[in-house]
């Protein structure tokens, strides 16, 4: 039987109850365990300064020093998942790389939604420590999965996204996960075929099926658009499309 590996969480919020919950929620994840809970950034801060920890729940206002300082300060930050009951602070979230953001009051759907997202990260630094990164060829990116090499043709690809040093390709049969930064995929794809329309994601234009608010719909998936791209983003689906 194969053993599944168990990443250190540490919690840090100003907030009793805050913490008792994210704890809970974590009670029904086996891979993720609770080391250490910590009622300031400053507390952390001295914890982390001993002690390694994979995966950091960090709430945002606290008192003395921000949760998004305190990240600021770190050299070698592990994955990070904010939280707060504040929803202006999502943007700064995202500037920093972290690996989600939740805003409170924290429903277990949600949570395990970025707990997931968390260990698919997680699991995949442990399993590629020494991961090849993708190669375009022709019409086609090729990526090293599981020593083996998978050649993806562009046209079958979704969507694509961007997983901190990781990218998650999405075709119609299969999810393909390969070391590349997302930046780096987007110079290397057709402006004509793909783009960029968030942060975090980018879209085979071919493959989009409507647009609804501020989401592209492809299939059964739901793709953000952002408000600064949105414009140019219906200007080359309406020329894609057209």
Known sequence: METKTIY???????????????????LQIPELEVVQECSSAIEADHYLKTHKVDLLFLDIQMQHLSGIDFLKSLENPPKVIFTTAYSEFALDGYELN????????????????????????LNLENENKEAEEATFIDKSIVIKSSHQHIKILLTDILFIEGLHKYVKIVTEKKNHTTLIALTAMEEELSTLLFYRCHRSFIVNLSKVE??????AIIGTHKIPISKLNKQEFLVKLGKKIG
């Open 98 to 121: 972290v690996v989600d953001y939740l805003l409170k009051p924290i429903t277990f759907e949600r949570f395990y939604k970025a707990a997931h997202k968390a260990l698919e990260l």
């Open 8 to 26: 250190k969480c540490l919690i840090v919020d100003d907030e009793t109850l805050a913490r008792i919950l994210i704890r809970t929620h974590l």
């Open 210 to 215: 409507l647009i609804d608010g501020n989401q």
